[in-house]
């Protein structure tokens, strides 16, 4: 491993031991960029995410949520506007 490379690898642990978890997608990366090292896969797994379905299943939640929340919105509007107009 070139020095720059352990040098950056540091750092990263550094940042990892202050946010104690990190994303499945960062964690899935980095295993990728140190496949060959074996010890650097080895400290990286004390850092593995969990896999949770509840979290997926909260995040999905609040995307939906924001993504429904403009349509809900018009259909309240719509619902309590027909009522008025008939009067």
Do not use: C
């Not at 020095?3 to 031991?17: E, N």
């Not at 979290?55 to 924001?66: A, C, D, G, P, Q």
Request: charged share 20%; aromatic share 14%.
């Amino acid at each position: 491993m070139q020095a720059r490379d352990y040098v950056l690898y540091l750092s990263l642990l550094d940042v990892l031991s202050r946010n104690e978890r990190i994303p499945l997608e960062a964690y899935n990366e980095l295993s990728l960029l140190f496949r060959d090292h074996g010890d650097l896969l080895e400290e990286l797994e004390k850092f593995r995410p969990l896999h949770s379905p509840s979290t997926v299943y909260t995040h999905n939640s609040i995307w939906m949520l924001f993504f429904l929340m403009p349509f809900l919105l018009i259909s309240f509007l719509l619902v309590f506007e027909l009522p008025l107009r008939g009067h």
